[in-house]
Nanobody, 124 residues
Framework: QVQLVESGGGSVQAGGSLRLSCAVS????????MGWYRQAPGKRRELVAH???????NYPDSVKGRFTISRDNAKNTVYLQMNSLKPEDTAVYYC??????????????????WGQGTQVTVSA
C-alpha cells in the first residue's frame, strides 16, 4: 500500500559527499513532515533532519551546517545532501514521512512505514 524507497548510499572517504533520495509511493493522501534518520551498529535510531511541507528544516547539532534536507512535494520525494562527511556519520539511513494514506476504506498514518534503508560508510 505504501512504499518508501531510499537510494544514494555508498562508501566515501572523510570529507566527501553523498546525496540520498527517498521516494514515497502508494495511495498517499497527504504528507506533512518528511525526515531522515540513521542507525549505527549498537546504537538507537536518531533523527538526522526533517522538513515540513512549507520548507522549514530542523537538524541536530551533529549534522548542522554539513547536511541539507530538501523535498519535492510534487514527486513525494525527500533528499539529503551530505557534505564534509565524517566516520561517525557511518550508519544505515532511513527516511520517514508523516501524513495519511488510504486503504480504500480507511485513512491510516504514513509514519508507521519505513524504507529498507541505505548504507552510508565513511572511512577515515
Amino acid at each position: 500500500q505504501v512504499q518508501l524507497v531510499e537510494s544514494g548510499g555508498g562508501s566515501v572517504q572523510a570529507g566527501g559527499s553523498l546525496r540520498l533520495s527517498c521516494a514515497v509511493s502508494g495511495s498517499i493522501v497527504s504528507i506533512d513532515v518528511m525526515g531522515w534518520y540513521r542507525q549505527a551498529p549498537g546504537k538507537r535510531r536518531e533523527l538526522v533532519a526533517h522538513v515540513t511541507t512549507g520548507g522549514i528544516t530542523n537538524y541536530p547539532d551533529s549534522v548542522k551546517g554539513r547536511f541539507t534536507i530538501s523535498r519535492d512535494n510534487a514527486k513525494n520525494t525527500v533528499y539529503l545532501q551530505m557534505n564534509s562527511l565524517k566516520p561517525e556519520d557511518t550508519a544505515v539511513y532511513y527516511c520517514n514521512a508523516e501524513g495519511l494514506y488510504s486503504t480504500g476504506t480507511y485513512l491510516r498514518k504514513l509514519g508507521d512505514y519505513w524504507g529498507q534503508g541505505t548504507q552510508v560508510t565513511v572511512s577515515a
